[in-house]
């Protein structure tokens, strides 16, 4: 026989081996991160830890100062606020605040551009201010100037503000224009709801939306080290609008955790999505979930902020 055709023979079976291990290898991939057809593709990479481990910052938005005891109880440290010299004054030692001066998607800013740098300079060197959450679910899709209104600001407060953060929160919509290089923001809060359907048909919790919008952040250039995941701590069973999200059993809500720590571990800064109700979008919320006619998420959430 030709050396050749036995060369040529063992390169085959080698080839097919090789195949036939990377096919294994597939399935088994396949299998364990749920299937590419439910998370819309490949899983997205692991993250980089952008927090050493206990420095992590927690907070639960749209909480009022009776409920700083009870947040502080459960292992939160920060606290939204508007800035107003009393609601600073009133955060509790051992937490700080996160300023809401931000718009909604397309909507006008809580305050103005002067009336912001008048903010900055009055809080900028407050040691019980954390940052600035300059804007909620901007669309610059529909409102491509949004990305200017948030630039400048984050560059005041660059300038200004030494040491706090710029913040904003960020949906499924266009990402490019928001991305660092082009706006300067420090933190980006990521808000994929997974249970998501019928707030009164409680089905499988979609994680692999997690997956997709951490994917447009990749793709837009935000780092990971940069992402603040936004915990679904709400329903809307009881709100006066929207009925297309449920409350997540104590199952799902670990799901949802477990998901976060592979895509995002030890990030900065860690949002519980909603504390408080919000009439239209948030009823019930984690304020709730203590266990009783709702799930317990506030343990869940106490063990994970206070072991971490």
Not at 64 to 83: E, F, M, T
Not at 119 to 136: E, F, I, M
Request: proline share 8%.
């Amino acid at each position: 026989m030709d050396i050749r055709d036995v060369r040529f023979k063992v390169s085959a079976v080698a080839a097919a081996v090789v195949l036939v291990a990377g096919f294994l290898l597939y399935l088994q991939h396949r299998s364990s991160s749920g299937g590419y057809e439910r998370y819309g593709g490949p899983p997205a990479t692991p993250g980089s830890p952008a927090a050493p481990p206990g420095q992590t910052r927690r907070i639960a938005l749209n909480t009022q100062p009776s409920d700083y005891p009870k947040l502080k109880q459960l292992g939160y440290d920060l606290v939204d606020v508007k800035p107003q010299d009393a609601l600073v004054a009133g955060v509790p030692d051992g937490m700080q605040a996160l300023l809401w001066v931000g718009n909604f998607t397309c909507g006008s800013f809580d305050l103005d551009y002067d009336g912001f740098t008048r903010a900055v300079q009055r809080y900028g060197h407050n040691p019980k201010v954390y940052g600035w959450y300059l804007s909620d679910e901007p669309d610059t899709g529909r409102c491509p100037k949004i990305a200017g209104e948030i630039r400048r600001r984050a560059d005041y407060i660059r300038q200004n503000a030494p040491g706090q953060v710029s913040f904003v929160s960020l949906t499924d919509w266009p990402m490019k224009q928001l991305a660092p290089k082009r706006v300067g923001v420090d933190l980006y809060g990521l808000d994929p709801y997974p249970c998501k359907g019928s707030a009164d048909v409680q089905d499988s919790c979609d994680i692999g939306a997690i997956d997709r919008m951490v994917r447009m952040a990749d793709d837009a250039g935000i780092p990971r080290a940069k992402v603040a995941p936004v915990l679904q701590t709400f329903g809307q069973g009881c709100s006066k609008g929207d009925k297309q999200y449920w409350l997540p059993t104590q199952a799902q809500f670990r799901r949802i955790l477990a998901r976060w720590d592979k895509l995002a571990p030890r990030p900065r800064l860690e949002i519980s999505y909603s504390w408080g109700h919000q009439s239209e979008w948030a009823c019930p919320s984690l304020a709730d979930a203590s266990g009783g006619g709702h799930p317990d998420l506030q343990s869940i959430m106490k063990a994970r902020n206070t072991g971490r």
